[in-house]
């Protein structure tokens, strides 16, 4: 029983192979960013989960840093050994967690907040979170995604997510498992987690659908990416806003 765990890890161990916790004060441990505006993505020390920064995501209708569909701000993390096909076989754990402002909006089609994107131009990322209307999701299975986990969507307090996934794109090798606050939600699940001969990168911060007029708002903490479970998990600590 994992209840009384959380994730974010305290202690460095070698089974973490990436942070993306912001603690640098900055958002140089990412790859890439992709931000229509500077005050788009902020890295700031008002609401955090752990540590001393968090990021906080703004998305405005409009917002195309990219040549893409719907608008977005985001942060691109690329593992090199899960790119070019090399993935198929690996097993990792991710850990972070999510606040999503008092004044998110609820709108009745999608908006990630979180996405494992594949190298390949079509189709659907291999995996997914996001809200949709006044429900969290997780989709997982490009070619064949299916919603494997739905909450209802909490404004306000803080989110903490462990995946454990083992990437393949052969049903019968690829799996899912993930903790949702301490709980496990979803049982180690086999699956189709890549397209074949596909890579996936991480991307983090909002995209949504660009018919949503209102401003959304989302912060981030804690990212990281181990081998070993207890990596990602510490002592449970309450969910709850930090104050401003």
Same mark, same amino acid.
């Given at each position: 029983?994992?209840?009384?765990?959380?994730?974010?890890?305290?202690?460095?161990?070698?089974?973490?192979?990436?942070?993306?916790?912001?603690?640098?004060?900055?958002?140089?441990?990412?790859?890439?960013?992709?931000?229509?505006?500077?005050?788009?993505?902020?890295?700031?020390?008002?609401?955090? /989960?752990?540590?001393s920064y968090a990021m906080r995501v703004q998305v405005d209708q409009g917002d195309k840093p990219i040549q893409a569909s719907g608008n977005?701000?985001?942060?691109?993390?690329?593992?090199?050994?899960?790119?070019?096909g090399g993935g198929e076989g690996a097993e990792r754990y991710y850990a972070w967690s999510t606040l999503f402002d008092e004044s998110y909006?609820?709108?009745?089609?999608?908006?990630?907040?979180?996405?494992?994107?594949?190298?390949?131009?079509?189709?659907?990322?291999?995996?997914?979170?996001?809200?949709?209307?006044?429900?969290? /999701?997780?989709?997982?299975?490009?070619? /064949?995604?299916?919603?494997?986990?739905?909450?209802?969507?909490?404004?306000?307090?803080?989110?903490?997510?462990?995946?454990?996934?083992?990437?393949?794109?052969?049903?019968?090798?690829?799996?899912?498992?993930?903790?949702?606050?301490?709980?496990?939600?979803?049982?180690?699940?086999?699956?189709?987690?890549?397209?074949?001969?596909?890579?996936?990168?991480?991307?983090?911060g909002l995209y949504r659908n660009e018919t949503i007029a209102p401003q959304g708002v989302v912060f981030h903490d804690g990212f990281t990416?181990?081998?070993?479970?207890?990596?990602?998990?510490?002592?449970?600590?309450?969910?709850?806003?930090?104050? /401003?």
């Open positions: 029983m994992l209840s009384s765990l959380l994730l974010l890890p305290t202690v460095a161990s070698a089974s973490v192979l990436w942070k993306g916790d912001f603690e640098t004060g900055n958002m140089s441990q990412w790859n890439k960013v992709e931000m229509v505006n500077s005050n788009r993505l902020l890295v700031e020390a008002d609401r955090v /989960r752990e540590g977005r701000n985001e942060l691109v993390y690329v593992d090199a050994s899960l790119m070019n909006p609820s709108a009745a089609t999608w908006q990630v907040f979180t996405q494992w994107h594949h190298t390949g131009l079509t189709g659907s990322p291999p995996m997914e979170f996001y809200v949709y209307g006044e429900e969290l /999701r997780m989709r997982v299975g490009g070619e /064949r995604a299916q919603d494997v986990w739905k909450a209802p969507l909490q404004r306000g307090v803080w989110n903490d997510f462990v995946v454990h996934v083992k990437w393949s794109a052969n049903p019968n090798v690829g799996f899912v498992e993930m903790f949702h606050n301490g709980q496990q939600v979803v049982p180690l699940t086999p699956m189709a987690t890549l397209y074949p001969g596909q890579g996936v990168y991480v991307k983090q990416v181990a081998t070993d479970l207890a990596d990602v998990f510490t002592p449970a600590q309450p969910a709850t806003a930090a104050a /401003r």
